[in-house]
């Protein structure tokens, strides 16, 4: 959803397939292919007998976040939501209508933690141009158009209206894992039981690793890019990640990162990374943006508070918080 252009092109950085032998558990052919698609690196990773219809399949894969980057980017102008933010009202397909109804149900759950009216802040802040602390004039101008309530959706015409001229939606808090889901349910389809799709720490877990009951996934350190915070063996899961490192810059001693307090229209404070596991990894995207605005306490409240999910915030001094460390950690 982010660098223009970039899913357009959609490079394949890095394309290699091994065989490796996992434990005394036999041999199992793993195919990995890396390309950049929404603005990162997405990475499947499947385990399954190779030949030509898995190649087909992760093939479809990569071709469903093309889609998708050009049904939901505002970098992409004849997106559904960069048309919708011209004209203030779109009947849209039911796909795009589905995603922002869910994104308003979320906004609602997260006392409006999470905010996908947040467009018209991202534009001033401007974190892919590198960023600018906006005068406060500008940001009052902008934090008038944002709030999820004054978003209505009218489910018959499944028409999506904004209540004010220039406010402006953007879905990239919950589209990246929209896009992760859809590539998963269509490895699903070919019959892939155990893959990894991993689009830029959006991660969807399919199965385990053969000869295991799970994959071993690494959580980055937010301040040490060489180390990681912990592993997790989860299997059918998804692990997501929003961090304060992903899009920052620094000026004087103050990190200015992407995630935003609607309340304020300030990157928010209390964190410095959250990970959410939930079953899909929508809902995942989302808790993990939610989570991050909250703040650790806040958070990791909100985090227990839903059926299913389970999380690691590591808050704005370096401080670990878990749902349940023992359960994460079993
Ligand atoms: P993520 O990396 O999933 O946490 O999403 C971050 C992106 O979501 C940002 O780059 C913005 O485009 C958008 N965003 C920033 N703050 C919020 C917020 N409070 N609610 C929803 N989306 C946000
Ligand atoms: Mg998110």
């Known amino acids: 959803m982010r660098k223009e252009g970039i899913s357009g092109l959609l490079v394949g950085v890095a394309a ?7 434990g005394c558990s036999g041999k199992y052919e793993v195919e990995r292919e890396s390309r950049l698609a929404l603005g990162t690196i997405v990475e499947i990773t499947v385990a399954a007998g ?9 093939e479809k894969a990569f071709a469903e976040f093309e889609r998708i980057d050009g049904m939901l ?19 849209m397909g039911a796909e795009a209508f589905d995603l922002v109804r869910q994104a308003l149900q979320i906004s609602a759950l997260s006392g409006g933690a999470f905010d996908i009216t947040v467009g018209p802040l991202v534009d001033l802040w401007g974190f ?14 902008a934090l008038r158009l944002v709030g999820y309530e004054k ?5 018959v015409s499944r028409t ?25 349910e ?21 199965g385990h690793r053969p000869g295991k009951d799970f994959w071993r996934i690494g959580i980055r350190h937010p301040r ?16 997501v990640t929003s961090g304060d490192y992903e899009r920052f810059f620094i000026e004087g001693n103050t990190r200015y990162h992407h995630l935003l307090d609607p309340a304020t229209g300030l990157p928010a404070g209390g964190c410095q990374s959250v990970t959410v596991i939930a079953d899909g990894t929508t809902e995942a995207d989302a808790y993990a943006t939610a989570a991050f605005v909250m703040g650790a306490e806040a958070g990791i409240d909100f985090l227990r508070s839903l059926p299913g999910v389970e999380g690691i915030i590591v808050d704005g001094g370096g401080r670990t918080w878990w749902t349940d460390e023992e359960r994460l950690r079993r």
């Open 186 to 206: 269509i490895l699903k389809e070919a019959g892939i039981e155990n893959a990894i799709i991993d689009a830029g720490g959006d991660i969807r877990l399919l």
């Open 73 to 91: 980017s505002t970098y992409r102008e004849q997106s559904e939501i960069s048309r919708l933010n011209r004209t203030g009202e779109l009947a």
């Open 160 to 184: 999506v209206r904004l209540a004010l001229p220039g406010m402006k939606i953007d879905l990239g808090a919950i589209g990246k894992g929209h896009a992760v889901d859809r590539a998963a």
């Open 16 to 22: 290699l397939v091994m065989s490796v032998m996992w």
């Open 224 to 239: 040490d890019p060489g180390r990681l915070l912990v592993s997790l063996d989860l299997a059918d899961r998804a692990v």
């Open 128 to 141: 892919d141009e590198g960023g600018a602390v906006p005068r406060e004039q500008d940001l009052g101008n």
């Open 50 to 58: 190779g030949g030509e219809q898995v190649r087909q399949a992760v």
């Open 151 to 155: 978003v209505t959706l009218d489910p």
